[in-house]
């Protein structure tokens, strides 16, 4: 079955413009981001408010505040979480940077764990050998819209009186045993950037049920104020402060969006069941699971190259680079999303963060390795990942599984066409 492969000027399986964009918008995004630039409260405005409590009751949280970004909720976590300087923070050893950097913002030491083959999350199993007792707090990742096994994690954390943030800037209304990401553990972080399951732009959410977080979250999110919306300002820092506020036109956007976010998650999941079946018979690709409680959202549907059966474990990514130019070729848009490994990137193996080595120096800290070697799963991970998101989410249909499922049967079939492609 040789078909020449687009990259080698064959036609593509997927044209231009087959694929829509995300996100969809219509009357609703329009009308609102309208009155809000008509309204004339562009800070403090009544979009932020009312975003906040829709999203916290879409959520099931008590209380929320909306950010300029995921980051701003994450570092707005560790500080009313009680991490400072010194502590030891643990996160997965593959993510987004800032689910790790934002530990550095508080003065805190990160320290990885390797994450679990099957579901890419933290490895639960690895959670307590990276504990000690300068240990205050787990971030842990529902990394592609998968909950991590939050049972798991509470109990660690109960038992080594921990404290517990989810970074769930990826996984809007994934689930455990039914319950939504972001009501586990002691505060949560969503970002609503363009990429995002809920998409305002920029922009985020920061949501705890603890009332002392929330304060103690709010300080930081405004210049260390401590008024509530409602109050006047007494130009008064009482705290150390950031300036992490969303604005009134990405709140308005952001309500637009939250009001379809059901209907786009459910369209997701239909999209990735009927694209399962096109791609179960791909010779040497693994699919990504969805183990038992938990419900998926596939923010990003993660397929592995089985380099072991393709016989380039010595130069995995180098050959998958070569599959996803070809797969891109075919109009598939697909790509590494991280290549690297947390603890390899040059922030932390440089241990360059606010300068003269702190916070690993400093008279609180107890020492850290970040040795590659001791995250062998996520670093083959990195190697032979690739991800996609367009084809899943809406407006796009089940008409796409059919063709992402043949371009990915015509690249896996013609692998001789593969190996001449240069980087
Ligand atoms: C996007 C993302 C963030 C950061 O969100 P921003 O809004 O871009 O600051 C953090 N963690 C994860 C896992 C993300 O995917």
């Given at each position: 079955m040789s078909e020449k492969l687009a990259i080698n000027g064959g036609s593509p399986v997927i044209n231009n413009g087959e694929i829509k964009n995300w996100p969809p918008i219509d009357e609703i995004d329009r009308k609102m981001v309208m009155a809000s630039l008509e309204g004339?409260?562009?800070?403090?405005g009544p979009n932020c408010i009312e975003f906040e409590k829709e999203f916290a009751k879409w959520n099931g949280n008590q209380f929320a505040v909306t950010t300029n970004s995921g980051t701003a909720a994450l570092h707005m976590s560790l500080v009313a979480c009680g991490c400072g300087a010194g502590d030891h923070v643990l996160v997965p050893a593959y993510s987004w940077s800032s689910s790790a950097t934002c530990i550095l913002h508080s003065n805190c030491i990160p320290v990885f764990v390797d994450i679990d083959?099957?579901?890419?999350?933290?490895d639960t199993r690895k959670i307590e050998a990276a504990i000690t007792p300068t240990t205050r707090a787990i971030v842990v990742v529902h990394l592609h819209g998968l909950a991590v096994n939050m049972d798991e994690v509470l109990s660690i954390a109960k038992r080594h009186n921990l404290k517990v943030i989810e970074d769930a800037c990826q996984a809007h209304g994934a689930t455990f045993k039914g319950k939504k990401v972001g009501t586990f553990g002691d505060c949560a972080a969503f970002s609503f950037n363009?990429?995002?399951?809920?998409?305002?732009g920029e922009g985020g959410m920061f949501v705890t049920n603890n009332e002392d977080n929330l304060l103690k979250a709010r300080q930081l999110w405004s210049f260390g104020e401590i008024r509530t919306p409602a109050e006047s300002r007494d130009y008064h820092a009482y705290a150390l402060g950031w300036m992490y506020r969303n604005n009134d036109m990405t709140a308005a956007f952001g309500r637009a969006q939250l009001s379809k976010l059901d209907s786009y998650i459910r369209q997701q999941r239909d999209n990735e069941l009927n694209l399962r079946k096109h791609l179960e018979g791909v010779p040497n690709i693994m699919l990504p699971a969805e183990p038992a409680n938990h419900g998926h959202t596939w923010y990003n549907y993660t397929i592995r190259f089985d380099m072991k059966a393709l016989n380039h474990e010595n130069d995995a990514a180098a050959f998958r680079n070569k599959l996803v130019k070809a797969l891109q070729a075919e109009g598939v848009p697909t790509s590494v999303w991280q290549s690297y490994p947390l603890p390899t990137m040059t922030v932390f193996q440089a241990r360059?963060?606010?300068?003269?080595g702190c916070p690993w120096n400093c008279q609180h800290a107890v020492p850290v390795k970040y040795d590659p070697k001791d995250y062998s799963v996520a670093m083959k991970h990195s190697d032979w990942h690739t991800g996609m998101t367009l084809p899943l989410r809406?407006?796009?249909?089940?008409?796409?599984g059919p063709k992402v499922g043949a371009a990915y049967m015509k690249v896996m079939s013609n692998l001789d066409q593969v190996e001449g492609i240069t980087l």
């Open positions: 004339g409260r562009h800070a403090f083959w099957e579901t890419m999350n933290i363009q990429n995002k399951c809920l998409c305002s360059n963060a606010y300068g003269k809406s407006p796009n249909g089940p008409e796409l």
